[in-house]
T-cell receptor, first 116, second 114 residues
Framework: DSGVTQTPKHLITATGQRVTLRCSPRSGDLSVYWYQQSLDQGLQFLIQYYNGEERAKGNILERFSAQQFPDLHSELNLSSLELGDSALYFC???????????????FGPGTRLLVL | DAKTTQPPSMDCAEGRAANLPCNHSTISGNEYVYWYRQIHSQGPQYIIHGLKNNETNEMASLIITEDRKSSTLILPHATLRDTAVYYCIVRAHPVGQGAQKLVFGQGTRLTINP
């Protein structure tokens, strides 16, 4: 158990719909990362938040957005869903304290999204 | 971040040591070598990381060559539960900016056979 929690575990929805995935980082971790894993693309970085602020963006679609709340949990919002958005979505967290050197990311169990 | 090269698949007998190689010939002096594994669609699991010295923890050992251009992850007594995709990742740690994204390649699919 990494200490990172994600809900829901599974999500089935239809094209055009909107869903919200939730992530709670490990206690004390300030950074949250979102990754997408689809069959043909492998694990891809989407976006990072650090202490409530967006820190880095990867190949995240404009239909997707994220935020990190004051209690440090994060939500990934996926809208206008397409069949190709079906994937595993993982959240990871790290301490990311100011001045830190080595930092390890710990992953949650993921949310499996199926768009029909 | 430096790119890594790993064999796509490997087999190992249960109880034997599994040695997973990784080539990172373009690694920079401030880049660490990380290993993660993913067991059948579960979240990637952190295994170990190192800069230039060999490292060992309860899960595995990491051997980094002196020129740091390659490394080997060693699972000393592989079990069936070690069957997974193993990812070698090279990443820098810019201080004060928060940890950086992980760039996953295709990894090595390790199969432990009974």
């Amino acid at each position: 158990d990494s200490g990172v929690t994600q809900t829901p575990k599974h999500l089935i929805t239809a094209t055009g719909q909107r869903v919200t995935l939730r992530c709670s980082p490990r206690s004390g971790d300030l950074s949250v990362y979102w990754y997408q894993q689809s069959l043909d693309q492998g694990l891809q970085f989407l976006i990072q938040y650090y202490n409530g602020e967006e820190r880095a963006k990867g190949n995240i679609l404009e239909r997707f957005s994220a935020q990190q709340f004051p209690d440090l949990h994060s939500e990934l919002n996926l809208s206008s869903l397409e069949l190709g958005d079906s994937a595993l979505y993982f959240c990871a967290s790290s301490v990311a304290a100011q001045g830190a050197g080595e930092e390890t990311q710990y992953f949650g169990p993921g949310t499996r999204l199926l768009v029909l | 971040d430096a790119k890594t090269t790993q064999p796509p698949s490997m087999d190992c007998a249960e109880g034997r040591a599994a040695n997973l190689p990784c080539n990172h010939s373009t690694i920079s002096g401030n880049e660490y070598v990380y290993w993660y594994r993913q067991i059948h669609s579960q979240g990637p699991q952190y295994i170990i990381h190192g800069l230039k010295n060999n490292e060992t923890n309860e899960m595995a050992s990491l051997i980094i060559t002196e020129d740091r251009k390659s490394s080997t992850l060693i699972l000393p007594h592989a079990t069936l539960r070690d069957t997974a995709v193993y990812y070698c990742i090279v990443r820098a740690h810019p201080v004060g900016q928060g940890a950086q994204k992980l760039v996953f390649g295709q990894g090595t699919r390790l199969t432990i056979n009974p």
